[in-house]
T-cell receptor, first 113, second 119 residues
Framework: DSGVTQTPKHLITATGQRVTLRCSPR?????VYWYQQSLDQGLQFLIQ???????AKGNILERFSAQQFPDLHSELNLSSLELGDSALYFC????????????FGEGSRLTVL | AQTVTQSQPEMSVQEAETVTLSCTYD???????LFWYKQPPSRQMILVIRQEAYKQQNATENRFSVNFQKAAKSFSLKISDSQLGDTAMYFC????????????????FGQGTILTVHP
């Protein structure tokens, strides 16, 4: 158990809908990262927050947004869902900005029908 | 931009044997980290081993060791005394190290290698 908690573990929804994925980092970790894993794109970095502030952005679509709250949990919002958004979405956390070590949650499996 | 290439989509090994997974990367950066992550069927990503580019000594973690060749941009993982629990997808990953030793968690992953350990 990495200490990173993601909910829900599985989610099935329809095209055009909006979903929110939630992540609670390890106790004391200030950084939260979101990654997308799909069969065709592999593992892609989406976005990173540090202590509530956005720090780095990757290949995140405009239909997607994220935030980190004062209690350090984070949410990834996916809207106007398309079939191609079906993927495993991972959250990871790390204790310091200058660390190279990330701790991943078990992921949220999103299926868009 | 950095790229990470794992040329072996699948590998298999007998229990107790040794196996080496290959990884090459391309970058113009001088300071970076390299990682091997393991993703078992439970799907959680687990850090196996980590190497800082400025360190010449190869990292070792119990049965796992790396062969880091910076000039060749090669970073292979050796698993000794393979166990059934080592069966998983293994990902090689790269992270740039910014000035002051900071990093921003932007891992660039390879395509992965599925390792199956047979009894």
């Amino acid at each position: 158990d990495s200490g990173v908690t993601q909910t829900p573990k599985h989610l099935i929804t329809a095209t055009g809908q909006r979903v929110t994925l939630r992540c609670s980092p390890r106790s004391g970790d200030l950084s939260v990262y979101w990654y997308q894993q799909s069969l065709d794109q592999g593992l892609q970095f989406l976005i990173q927050y540090y202590n509530g502030e956005e720090r780095a952005k990757g290949n995140i679509l405009e239909r997607f947004s994220a935030q980190q709250f004062p209690d350090l949990h984070s949410e990834l919002n996916l809207s106007s869902l398309e079939l191609g958004d079906s993927a495993l979405y991972f959250c990871a956390s790390s204790p310091r900005l200058n660390t190279g070590e990330l701790f991943f949650g078990e992921g949220s499996r999103l299926t868009v029908l | 931009a950095q790229t990470v290439t794992q040329s072996q989509p699948e590998m298999s090994v007998q229990e107790a044997e040794t196996v080496t997974l290959s990884c090459t990367y391309d970058t113009s950066e001088s300071n970076y980290y390299l990682f091997w992550y393991k993703q078992p069927p439970s799907r959680q990503m687990i850090l196996v081993i980590r190497q800082e580019a400025y360190k010449q000594q190869n990292a070792t973690e119990n049965r796992f060791s790396v062969n880091f060749q910076k000039a060749a941009k090669s970073f292979s993982l050796k698993i000794s005394d393979s166990q059934l629990g080592d069966t998983a997808m293994y990902f090689c990953a790269f992270m740039k190290q910014y000035a002051g030793g900071t990093s921003y968690g932007k891992l660039t992953f390879g395509q992965g290698t599925i390792l199956t350990v047979h009894p």
